[in-house]
């Protein structure tokens, strides 16, 4: 039983029909009771009318008295009853015509009512009365109530089987009708492959699981979309990033095998050439090796309680000498205190990355402005340049691996791997917080905006 329609057929019959005994069985046990106290309340209204019947005289005509008074009453109910009088010490003195010769068990006297079985009457239901010294007994035959509760049973048996037979047939339905999206899912599932990852599930109507499964499944899609055109991406920068530098060394060592007797300053220069793309190499590869431990967990974060503005101002020494390296301003707009919960370190090296980047693509005289401040429960750094901005349908993709603008590298040949700035997302994110870019409105260059929640 392996497909899940015939789980759910069984398992819906196989409910159906034990609900179905369960109500007949205790049903029977019910009924046999209501029948048994309807006996016994019927047999106490017997008893009554023979109460009525009976005059106590002395103890000397007190056999005859009381069966001239009831004989021609148990002739007329014998249908229905048997009757037994005797005295209290259980000598009995009149028995009904209807039970010939016979007596009822021993075991009937001091129990008020009670079943008993006779070997010619089959099963007898009697009850017991007193009257001034007299043991009245007054039984019924429960052949009728045995006959009709075999009867119940037949009809029990016939009726469970029924039931299982027709919950079977729909139960296959209602399973079928209830499988049959998630059917359409898995034939429209089937069709989507690497090479159509566009494709989607058609999502039902209907706002139920199914189609809640639909938008799921599609909304895995998407991101596996997202993930294979980001990996295909990958693959190919990362692919041309390694294959120029691995290129450029084997045509400085070809260059040096093929001219053993090259100048001793253009041999220096190869070798220098060599190790320099070594070393771009060496970068990109401790670049990729970061992003890996960011995207799998494993990049750990030493938290410290500090303050920001210190922090900032430490940071702030440093930027002025990068910039009046390169004839640039550094200016700090404003410099909030306040305490955050950060990795200094790795911080420090996204604040770095996003300096660079600005001392990169900044004209000479050029201002770069930092602002740090508490903006609600974030503490939000603010970076601004007065570059030649982004283009706005690149903006979407500047933190992407191996991301660069083409205009840049064409003025910037040594513009770096493209890695930097996924690294500082990926290192933003660690902190739970967010970092975004977007053009100046009224100047020239770029906002880069981080935010990172004041965890204190």
């Known amino acids: 039983m392996k497909s899940i329609s015939s789980k759910l057929t069984i398992g819906y019959s196989s409910i159906v029909t034990l609900t179905v005994i369960l109500i007949l069985v205790f049903g029977r046990i019910f009924l046999e009771r209501q029948v048994i106290q309807g006996i016994d309340l019927i047999s106490k209204a017997e008893f009554e009318e023979i109460k ?17 008074a009831i004989e021609d009453h148990t ?3 014998a249908a229905l009853f048997m009757f037994q009088i ?13 039970l010939g010769n016979h007596q009822l068990p021993q075991e009937i006297h001091g129990i008020p009512y009670t079943t008993v079985e006779m070997k010619d009457f089959g099963k007898l239901r009697v009850a017991e009365f007193k009257l001034n010294g007299l043991d009245i007994h007054i039984a019924s035959s429960l052949q009728p109530v045995t006959e009709l509760f075999k009867e119940y049973t037949k009809t029990g048996i016939i009726t ?17 009708l209830a499988l049959n999206p998630i059917i359409k899912i898995q034939n429209a599932a089937q069709q989507i492959s690497a090479s159509n990852l566009s494709e989607r599930i058609e999502v039902p109507k209907s706002q139920d699981e199914i189609a809640k499964l639909a938008l799921l499944l599609n909304d895995m899609i998407m991101r596996l979309e997202e993930s294979f055109i980001q990996v295909q991406r990958f693959t190919s920068d990362a692919s041309h990033e390694l294959r120029t530098p691995l290129s450029l060394i084997r045509l400085q060592a070809e260059k040096i095998r093929n001219n053993p007797d090259l100048p001793k300053n253009e041999l220096n220069k190869s070798i220098t050439d060599q190790l320099e793309e070594i070393e771009r190499l060496n970068k990109i590869i401790e670049d990729l090796l970061l992003l890996a431990k960011a995207d799998s967990g494993t990049l750990k974060l030493n938290l410290k309680l500090i303050n920001a503005q210190d922090y ?10 990068l910039c009046e390296e390169k004839k640039l301003t ?30 990169k693509y900044s004209s000479e005289k050029s201002i770069i402005t930092l602002t740090s401040q508490k ?3 974030y503490w939000e750094i ?13 903006l979407p993709y500047i933190f992407n691996r191996f991301s660069r603008i083409p205009e840049f590298d064409l003025t910037k040949p040594n513009s770096g791997s493209g890695l930097g700035l996924a690294i500082c997302k990926s290192i933003i994110l660690k902190h739970n917080g967010s970092i975004e870019v977007k053009n100046r409105e009224k100047n020239k260059g770029l906002f880069f905006i981080i935010s990172i929640p004041i965890n204190v």
């Open 382 to 394: 603010i970076f601004a340049d007065e570059g030649s901005g982004i283009p706005e349908n690149e």
């Open 375 to 377: 903006s609600n429960n």
């Open 86 to 98: 005797g005295r209290s010490d259980n000598d009995v003195f009149f028995t009904s015509s209807n």
């Open 160 to 176: 469970t089987l029924l039931t299982f037979i027709i919950s079977i047939v729909s139960g296959y339905f209602m399973s079928r």
């Open 52 to 68: 009525a019947r009976i005059i106590i005289t002395d103890d000397v005509n007190l056999e005859e008295t009381v069966i001239k």
């Open 312 to 321: 900032i101002y430490d940071f702030t020494e440093d930027a002025e000498i």
């Open 75 to 77: 002739e007329i109910d």
């Open 330 to 359: 550094f200016n700090v707009n404003n410099n909030d205190s306040l305490v955050i919960n950060i990795d200094t370190i790795w911080m420090r090296h996204v604040l770095l990355n996003l300096l660079t980047n600005s001392i």
